[in-house]
């Protein structure tokens, strides 16, 4: 059977399965751990399934792909191969969607906070820039006639728009700091501006309302409120855009047996309004979608060995060798990652998996039942492929861990695990601190 098998039948729920154990063993082998290792079919497969639910209902589509999620240039690479663009939120993720082969022309880029050299920069490669504030926006015309360029931009719009999720991933809401309100005419303020400002040419309109969305219901409000706006901007101030882009958001399962929300029950569900909108609006914009969990997090997983095991009068542990530093999620979001042992059946308890940072929030998976690992187990942690290793840092005095992309029987190093010495790089005499 092939590593992809391996990791596959690990991901279903049998770690004990021999081509899983045989998977494991040799990576962890060649490679050490801790380790991300992504699968690249189901990236193949995800992106496919969005274009196949949203392409034959949208003629004219965009969908891009939020780097954020994982920045990884060859991931990037193999998601663009897919046939989608795009969507950034620094200069550094500008500069890996160069890098990954895009032109700067098929870049969005949407930071709320962009700094005068990243709109230099955007300006440069023709990236175009989805306004945050009207500030930002006279900054940008500003800086387009002393280059003697035109800037193409979006606003980003606060459509008001609460989706049921996480606090801290939920940005559609009024009161968080993303965009132009649609509430108080500061939207439309904003476009009103835009079109009387020298150098600037207005290409369309933009939200996102959040992350790990599972329903349709709060993307329906906001596609409403944005086409609505959309003709409003039409009738009332003779603007015609190139695109709407409602966004990314689309979440996953994290648990086994459950089921997120389908890329079809979405394009089902965005299209009889999309439709109804479209012919009270009398021309039709591109419809441009970002996700990037949707995309990479499924084909990743986060492989650690076990260090210990220790049981105390309150509960067991099972120390590993990776940590917050390595994946973020779970002590900064409370979110669940499964846990899969490696080779294991017997003996099922209660256990916390404690990650190997000084600090009593690194506890990567909460009570869990798990076959009684030992050490030197190999642990996975599921769905770690989006916000996982982008998230990882060298907290501790840790090196950052490898990556690894799976293709079939393949598997190729896409980061080599950091160093030592890379701790240190940047600081005076860096270069010469050794192990
Ligand atoms: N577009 C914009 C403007 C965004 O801010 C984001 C994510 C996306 C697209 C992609 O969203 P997605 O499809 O991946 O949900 N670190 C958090 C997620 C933060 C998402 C921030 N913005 C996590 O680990 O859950």
């Known amino acids: ?56 209902r949208f003629p004219k589509l965009r969908v891009r792909y939020a780097l954020k999620a994982n920045t990884n240039v060859e991931i990037v690479r193999l998601v663009l191969s897919e046939g989608l663009a795009p969507e950034v939120v620094s200069e550094g993720e500008i500069r890996a969607a160069l890098r990954a082969g895009a032109k700067g022309s098929d870049v969005l880029f949407s930071s709320s ?7 230099d920069f955007s300006l440069e490669h023709d990236v175009l820039l989805n306004v945050d504030n009207l500030d930002e926006l006279s900054q940008v015309s500003a800086a387009a006639v002393r280059r003697g360029t035109t800037a193409r931009i979006s606003f980003r719009i606060n459509p008001g728009v609460d989706p049921d999720t996480l606090h801290q991933i939920n940005t559609g809401c009024s009161e968080s700091k993303f965009g132009v309100h649609l509430d108080g005419g500061i939207a439309r303020k904003g476009y009103e501006t835009a079109k009387s400002l020298p150098n600037v040419v207005i290409a369309g309109i933009h939200c996102h309302i959040g992350s790990q969305i599972n329903d349709t219901v709060a993307y329906e409000e906001a596609a409403r409120k944005m086409l609505a706006f959309v003709r409003e901007l039409k009738e009332e101030l003779g603007i015609r855009l190139s695109f709407v882009d409602l966004g990314g958001g689309l979440g996953i399962p994290f648990r086994d047996g459950g089921t997120g929300m389908s890329p079809e029950e979405l394009a089902k569900a965005l299209q009889s309004i999309w439709k109804e909108e479209i012919s009270l609006l ?67 308890m209660t256990l916390d998996v404690a990650g190997d940072v000084c600090e009593t929030g690194d506890i990567l998976a909460e009570g869990r039942l798990l076959p009684t690992p030992e050490a030197g187990d190999l642990v996975v942690f599921l769905d770690a492929g989006a916000y996982g290793f982008a998230m990882a840092s060298e907290y501790n005095a840790r090196p950052l861990p490898a990556e690894l992309l799976v ?26 601190v050794r192990p």
């Open 113 to 119: 906070s962009k700094s005068p050299s990243e709109i």
């Open 1 to 56: 059977m092939t590593l992809r098998e391996g990791l596959l039948l690990a991901r279903a729920g049998d770690a004990a399965h021999p081509a899983a154990v045989a998977a494991f063993t040799r990576l962890a082998a060649e490679h050490g751990t801790p380790f991300y290792v992504y699968d690249a079919e189901t990236i193949r497969e995800q992106a496919r399934s969005l274009l196949a639910a949203f392409g034959p």
């Open 282 to 348: 009398g021309y039709e914009p591109e419809l441009w979608i970002e996700p990037g969990r949707f995309l990479v997090a499924q084909s990743g997983l986060m492989v650690a060995r076990v260090n210990s095991v220790k049981t105390t009068p309150v509960k067991s542990f099972v120390n590993v060798d990776a940590g917050f530093n390595t994946l973020l999620r779970p002590a900064f979001y409370g979110a669940v990652h499964r846990v899969r042992v490696v080779g294991k059946t017997a003996a099922p």
């Open 407 to 432: 293709d079939g029987d393949e598997v190729r190093v896409i980061r080599r695990r950091g160093t030592f010495e890379e701790l240190h790089r940047g600081e005076p005499g860096g270069a010469e």
